[in-house]
């Protein structure tokens, strides 16, 4: 039979209808989690609205288990990028196929951290706590404990798109012939600890390290958090003093996540801002999150600003190297860094994370371009 | 916003139904257009909607100045004013702070640079898009290929039109124009062909793309050093599929939206890497683009009209700048001069004429051989295409010769790249049929089997969304 290549618009409206039906009943949790998701506000709070409303009437159809299951036998096959997923899938599959309910031994091993109840958490840091006013220019590092029968150290990468995007680029490169450094990549676009109802790092960063005992964690995290959330029904402005409580908490819940079995923490503040509103923001994030890790002997809060912003500590966008070479420090969004703004950042870090054994005090000042240690350290290697 | 959203998903479907309810009044249809063309441009930034509305706007005013002037010296010099207007807006948004460097980087090797504040403006999504619009329209209407007089309001639409507005397909002013004279018929819509490629378009962009991406491709780009030959072969292998999925997968949606409010864009890939020449290459990888270049630069250069030294500068001029379109980097400018250099290579191997080379050219095994030596060189230049700067490109380079195990071949990767590859050497048949097959359904199922086949992909894509490549461009 030879059907037509066209079709009328009564037949679009029918192919959008069958569409429609079919879609709604499949995707109406997957809509309900996208409204959840969007950006506290009228809009976000009129889309949960109607797709919760939506979500209710087409409930007792129960076809979400075709999303469930179909979700959970990806995540049995290792589809999922996602680890808190992955792992829960694991501890469903083991005890599924053991036959008893309780988690295996071995899936439980595998995460490493027990994550902490908040509340008990905050403790340390009852709320609320005065701002610091300020950061100083330069922390020192703490030492890394030394390395024990030849393994290398552990160190996890941890953050959001400011520790994805160049960042965690450089860390990798600069340690990758460092046989005494191995580095978890526990990091995620996208994300921040302003939502955990979009992305909870307290699920998250145990599934990510897995078994790993990290000695050092370097995050750089934040940069999703100028927004408001919603917090036990009531929605919290950003800024607001009841949005700075619940986020200090919230900061000192992961610290003490990332610091469990004595991992040193370095926490990279986030970097002067191109556009003024957003620098505003990530200045107040900033202050809070000094404010919190300056409190915990274990952390250490890296200041970005003598690194890549000018001498007032402003946004810079170029430098001019000593050798006349003009490069770039920012990408061009204004936000992220580049691969050269990156490496201006860490070089102390690098050379910290690179200190040979037995580790000595590192300081901000690094006793040889790191670039230039690792590029010789890289050719030895090659030369091997 | 993205084409993979919920919010496009929206947005798209409200679109379509107004469109279509005000299809008879074409002057109203085409101003909704126009409005919701800036509303999705805005829901990026608001701020440079009027960047749009006025390069547009200024495109077709020249054009129509072009069309009132009767000496042809007027209509060069109107032609000259706009495309100089349309390219420094493109040089100022896209290469001030490279050339700057560029000329800071020289002035330090004559004496200390100036300490001067490099302008460097963000950069406006898909500038470079809606620059080639602008210029096209100009340029069809000074070649005559316009039938009549341009209307501002369809410059406007044209330029802006939203499917095409950040990554393309590059329309030629004289292929759409004509299509917003009458309106649009509602009794010739491809709605399966238009599905089939949104569907398709999906799956290579959340699919095969994004899995790609985060699983294989940016981890061994960021930090080659830590991998050996195995893993560094298969991130070759992996950006050659990825690119390839996630800007085909755009333009597939693309067409298929447009094709679903009426329009017709052309096609934009054709499996590129079943080329078997780098010429045939440029015919079926982003051919709006290539086509765009060849007619708008290439032939006005002198094409290979004149000598053959003369042919291949202009084949290496215009790879150049095809290159430098891409991005403001000596990256991207390598790119381009590799793909010269290979259209340059092909001509000169073309022009033996020895007779047995000829037969030899035309042998099965022959063919097969020129695919995989153009498909390895496509992927040399990827390297440079995707590496932040040559250091990284020499360090991947470099690890191909360093032995290691595979360690990132996880079953979703190795199947992606298989999907992504191997896909391009489906027969057209395959697809014809697959169109053929789904007409004979009744309609509401035909929906019903798409919102199934979105659901999967939503299901089987990683949960995060990396954006187009092609959205910095």
């Known amino acids: ?384 | 916003m993205l084409f993979p959203t919920v919010e496009f998903g929206l947005f798209f479907a409200s679109v379509m139904l107004i469109a279509w309810s005000l299809h008879r009044f074409n002057c109203l249809h085409k101003l909704f257009l126009l409005l919701a063309s800036y509303l999705f441009y805005g829901f990026w930034n608001w701020s440079y909607v009027p960047l749009l509305f006025l390069l547009s706007l200024f495109s077709g005013v020249i054009a129509r100045c072009i069309q009132a002037s009767s000496s042809q010296r007027l209509r060069k010099i109107w032609l000259f004013a706009g495309v100089v207007v349309c390219l420094a807006t493109l040089g100022y948004f896209k290469y001030t702070s490279f050339f700057f460097t560029i000329g800071l980087g020289l002035w330090a090797h004559v004496a200390r640079p100036p300490g001067i504040s490099i302008p460097s403006p963000l950069l406006p999504l898909g500038v470079s898009f809606f620059v080639f619009h602008a210029i096209s329209l100009m340029m069809d209407a000074h070649r005559g290929k316009l039938k009549q007089a341009v209307r501002l309001g369809d410059a406007l639409l044209y330029v802006a039109f939203f499917p095409q507005l950040i990554a393309g397909p590059i329309l030629r002013a004289s292929s759409f124009i004509p299509q917003l004279t009458s309106p649009r018929n509602p009794a010739t819509i491809r709605v399966n062909r238009a599905f089939l490629l949104i569907v398709a378009g999906l799956f290579k962009k959340v699919v095969i793309s994004n899995l790609l991406a985060t699983r294989l491709v940016e981890q061994v780009f960021a930090a080659p050093q830590a991998y050996g030959r195995g893993d560094a072969l298969l991130a070759i292998y992996g950006y050659a599929a990825k690119i390839y999925c996630d800007f085909s997968g755009y333009t597939d949606i693309a067409i298929g939206c447009a094709m679903l409010l009426g329009y017709r864009f052309p096609r934009n890939f054709n499996a590129p890497y079943s080329a078997t020449n780098p010429q045939d290459f440029w015919r079926r990888w982003h051919i709006s683009l290539s086509s765009w270049l060849r007619d708008y630069f290439y032939i006005p250069l002198g094409g290979s009209r004149g000598s053959a030294l003369r042919t291949g500068s202009n084949l290496m001029i215009t790879m150049l700048l095809g290159g430098l379109w891409h991005g403001a980097g000596w990256t991207f400018v390598i790119w381009g001069a590799l793909h010269g250099f290979y259209l340059i290579a092909h001509r000169i191997w073309n022009s033996v004429p020895w007779q047995s080379v000829a037969r030899l050219r035309q042998t099965s095994p022959w063919r097969w051989a020129a695919r995989l030596l153009l498909f390895h060189a496509v992927c040399l230049g990827w390297v440079f295409f995707r590496a932040p700067s040559f250091d990284i490109a020499f360090a991947l380079l470099h690890r191909l010769t360093i032995p290691g195990r595979i360690t990132l071949a996880s079953v979703p990767v190795v199947l992606a790249l298989f999907l992504g590859l191997a896909g391009q050497y489906q027969p057209l048949r395959w697809r014809k049929a697959l169109e053929c097959e789904v007409g004979c359904w009744h309609t509401l199922l035909r929906g019903a089997a798409f919102a199934v086949a979105i659901f999967a992909i939503e299901l089987l894509g990683p949960s995060g969304v990396a954006p187009f490549i092609y959205f910095r461009f």
């Open chain 1, 1 to 384: 039979m030879r059907t037509s290549r066209y079709n009328t618009l009564p037949q679009l409206a029918a192919v959008m209808a069958g569409f429609t039906l079919t879609i709604l009943p499949l995707e109406s949790e997957g809509l309900l989690r996208w409204a959840q998701r969007l950006e506290v506000g009228p809009a976000a709070s009129i889309a949960v609205q109607a797709t919760g409303d939506l979500h209710r009437v087409l409930e007792p159809l129960h076809i979400e288990w075709v999303r469930r299951e179909g979700l959970a036998d990806l995540d049995r096959l290792g589809w999922s990028d996602d680890p808190a997923r992955l792992q829960a899938a694991q501890r469903v599959y083991v005890s599924s196929s053991s036959g008893h309910s309780q988690p295996c031994a071995a899936v439980v091993a595998a995460a490493s951290l027990a994550v902490p109840d908040r509340s008990a958490a905050t403790l340390a840091h009852p709320t609320p706590i005065p701002l610091s006013p300020s950061a100083p220019a330069s922390t020192p590092l703490p030492p890394l404990p030394a390395i024990t029968n030849g393994q290398p150290r552990v160190v996890a990468l941890a953050g959001d798109s400011m520790m994805a995007v160049g960042l965690s680029d450089i860390l990798l490169r600069e340690t990758a012939a460092d046989p005494n450094v191995r580095v978890i990549k526990a990091f995620r676009s996208g994300t921040g600890l302003a939502r955990p109802d979009v992305f909870d790092w307290m699920q998250e960063y145990p599934a990510m390290i897995g078994s790993e005992h990290p000695d050092a964690v370097i995050v750089a995290i934040g940069a999703n958090d100028g927004q408001g959330f919603v917090e036990d029904g009531k929605v919290l402005a950003f800024g607001s003093d009841a949005w700075m409580q619940v986020y200090q908490d919230r900061i000192a819940a992961f610290l003490s996540l990332l610091t469990q079995n004595g991992a040193t923490v370095v926490w990279v503040g986030l970097p002067p801002m191109k556009s003024a509103q957003y620098n505003e923001k990530a200045a107040v994030i900033n202050r809070v999150t000094y404010t919190v890790v300056s409190r915990t002997p274990q952390a250490s809060w890296w200041n970005p600003l003598p690194h890549v912003g000018d001498e007032s500590g402003r946004y810079r966008e170029f430098q001019t190297t000593p050798d006349g070479r003009t490069t770039r420090l920012r990408a061009p969004d204004g936000i992220h860094l580049s691969d050269e703004g990156a490496m201006l950042l860490s070089s102390a870090l690098i050379n910290w994370l690179n200190a040979p054994p037995p580790p000595a005090t590192a300081q901000a000042t690094p006793p040889e371009p790191p670039k230039l240690r690792a590029r010789k350290a890289f050719r030895r290697k090659a030369r091997l």
